[in-house]
């Protein structure tokens, strides 16, 4: 199994500002994704991270809003932008290998934001 | 009608009681599902997967899927305090590209008491 590191694990923002959450897998991953979880709801898919290439943005969720970068096969970094309280989540990083690990998704233990 | 349903509970249990956890989906192009396990203030832990229909066993945990009712369950034997969680079910399509994909269900919030 891959192991997820997340950064920050948590964080206070003031509304308006942004912050950028950082990901790193201990290794090489084909797949990485966002994920956020609202308080009291299940995960949501953000995006999905491409490797040198813009992300892919599931419905609802915008570049503007929540830039992505992957520059290689083990980082990937999501910006939240403009917070604003409604943005209080926590934020999941996840990676797979496809078939060489069972086509399992690995979670990390997550960025939780709270914006005021 | 939301593509992974569950039921978010909360279920409390005694020590030793046997956990049925339950989902239902809609997609019958859903192939893959997954049990994961999120402990408070953590991220979710890959705790069962399952290919199509059919059974898995792994020590005290039981997954089952059955794609005709489109009904997949999670059954823990001899609960243990230890096991007290949320427990998220979710599902997939095929490999490859954004079939990698994950759809949730709420998850169940389980508590064993000793």
């Known amino acids: 199994s891959a192991v997820i590191s997340q950064k920050p694990s948590r964080d206070i923002c003031q509304r308006g500002t942004s912050l950028t959450i950082q990901c790193q897998v201990d290794?090489?991953?084909?797949?990485m994704f966002w994920y956020r979880q609202q308080p009291g709801q299940s995960l949501t898919l953000i995006a999905t991270?491409?490797?040198?290439?813009?992300?892919?943005?599931e419905s609802g969720f915008v570049i503007d809003k929540f830039p992505i970068s992957r520059p290689n096969l083990t980082f990937s970094t999501l910006t939240v932008s403009n917070m604003s309280p409604e943005d209080s989540s926590i934020y999941l990083c996840?990676?797979?290998?496809?078939?060489?690990?069972?086509?399992?998704?690995?979670f990390g233990e997550g960025s939780w934001l709270t914006v005021v | 009608q939301k593509e992974v349903e569950q039921d978010p509970g909360p279920l409390s249990v005694p020590e030793g009681a046997i956990v049925s956890l339950n989902c239902t989906y809609s997609?019958?192009?859903?192939?893959?599902f997954m049990w994961y396990r999120q402990y408070s203030r953590k991220g979710p832990e890959l705790l069962m997967y399952?290919?199509?229909?059919g059974n898995k066993e792994d020590g005290r945990f039981t997954a089952q899927v059955d794609k005709s009712s489109k009904y997949i369950s999670l059954f823990i034997r001899d609960s243990q305090p230890s096991d007290s969680a949320t427990y998220l079910c979710?599902?997939?399509?095929?490999?490859?590209?954004?079939?990698?994909?994950?759809?949730f269900g709420k998850g169940t919030l389980l508590t064993v008491n000793p």
């Open positions: 996840s990676a797979g290998q496809g078939a060489i690990s069972g086509n399992t998704i690995y």
């Open positions: 290794s090489q991953v084909t797949m």
């Open positions: 991270a491409n490797q040198g290439s813009e992300a892919t943005y």
């Open positions: 997609n019958s192009a859903f192939q893959y």
């Open positions: 399952t290919y199509s229909s």
């Open positions: 979710a599902t997939r399509g095929q490999s490859g590209g954004s079939n990698y994909k994950l759809t």
